[in-house]
């Protein structure tokens, strides 16, 4: 804004000493300060104001523009789909089979469909890990599915079994 030097500063404030006096000077100053603090308020009102109307400019570009190519993409879309569609009746008019688009059919046999729900059912061991054996039972972690009941079990005194993982 201005280019205010602190020489400038103290001719200006010596100046208004000398015009206003000192008694009136701190009414004065904060008088000035609070005019300041409302230019600065209303020129970033300002600021705010004209970037948002650009970005609502750009975005009502951006708008149209997308409008546009979607337009030029559902009437792409409708001719193309005409013209498949004209083909397919055109190719069941002639009632010739190999104008027909050949529609290859696959049902499985109760057979297939009785495999694979027990293959489905069929757990799959999977032998290799990423973590190795020893640290698993380092870390304790348990390879067995055990009931409630037989870890509390292991855990009672004066039970035969010591505590153990596996």
Known sequence: MIDLGLTKIAVIGVVALV???PEKLPKV????GTLYGRAQRYLHDVKSEVSREMELEELKNLRKQAEEAASTFKDEMDNSIGKDIA???AAFRNDDPSAAPALDL????TDDMARKAKDFRRKRVVRSSAVPLWYKQQAGVRSHVISGAARMKRHRPGSRKTASFF
């Open 87 to 89: 083909e397919v009746e």
């Open 19 to 21: 015009v206003i006096g």
């Open 106 to 109: 696959y049902t499985p046999s």
């Open 29 to 32: 100053a904060r008088m000035a």
